[in-house]
């Protein structure tokens, strides 16, 4: 997981993906329709949405085996708690939308706060839980998500 400031996230990129996701970054407005955007074909996607924060024990915990996400803030702000993917039981595995749930228990989490010129990165080793509510105040965030395939990295 890597966790800086918006300006900073060409320093973890693959080289032949930082041109195209400065682009889209560069476009990015907070009136942006929620939509999905392609950065590079199936390699990089990104995706625009809003919704309200929830309770912790209210957020669903999941990870992706194909990408990397890197989400990022564009208003208010949510919690993303992040654990390591081998201490979590599996619930659900959608091989084709590269999308598996874990139950909630007491495995150990890192928690960041994803604030406007913030982002996260997180990679298959790790299951996180988005979407929680800062200070136990819920709110409506809108936020992007950035998907780069895995394979970018080798």
Same mark, same amino acid.
């Given at each position: 997981?890597?966790?800086?400031?918006?300006?900073?996230?060409? /320093?973890?990129?693959?080289? @032949?993906?930082?041109?195209?996701?400065?682009?889209?970054?560069?476009?990015?407005?907070?009136?942006?329709?929620? @939509?999905?955007?392609?950065?590079?074909?199936?390699?990089?996607?990104?995706?625009?949405?809003?919704?309200?924060?929830? /309770?912790?024990?209210?957020?669903?915990?999941?990870? !992706?085996?194909?990408?990397?996400?890197?989400?990022?803030?564009?208003?208010?702000?949510?919690?993303?708690?992040?654990?390591?993917?081998?201490?979590? !039981? @599996?619930?659900?595995?959608?091989?084709?939308?590269?999308?598996?749930?874990?139950?909630?228990?007491?495995?150990?989490?890192?928690?960041?706060?994803?604030?406007?010129?913030?982002?996260?990165?997180?990679?298959? !080793?790790?299951? !996180?839980?988005?979407? @929680?509510?800062?200070?136990?105040?819920?709110?409506?965030?809108?936020?992007?998500?950035?998907?780069?395939?895995?394979?970018?990295?080798?």
């Amino acid at each position: 997981m890597v966790h800086d400031q918006l300006n900073r996230l060409a /320093l973890y990129l693959p080289g @032949e993906q930082r041109e195209g996701i400065a682009n889209f970054l560069a476009n990015v407005r907070k009136d942006m329709p929620e @939509e999905r955007s392609n950065i590079n074909k199936d390699k990089v996607y990104a995706r625009i949405m809003s919704y309200p924060t929830k /309770l912790p024990k209210d957020c669903m915990i999941e990870a !992706h085996d194909d990408y990397v996400d890197i989400q990022f803030t564009l208003v208010g702000g949510e919690g993303i708690d992040i654990f390591p993917r081998e201490e979590l !039981h @599996e619930l659900t595995a959608d091989a084709e939308k590269d999308f598996l749930t874990f139950a909630a228990d007491t495995a150990p989490c890192l928690s960041v706060a994803n604030l406007p010129g913030w982002f996260t990165m997180i990679f298959p !080793h790790e299951a !996180h839980r988005p979407q @929680e509510s800062l200070d136990g105040k819920c709110a409506n965030v809108k936020k992007g998500v950035i998907k780069i395939k895995m394979d970018c990295f080798r």
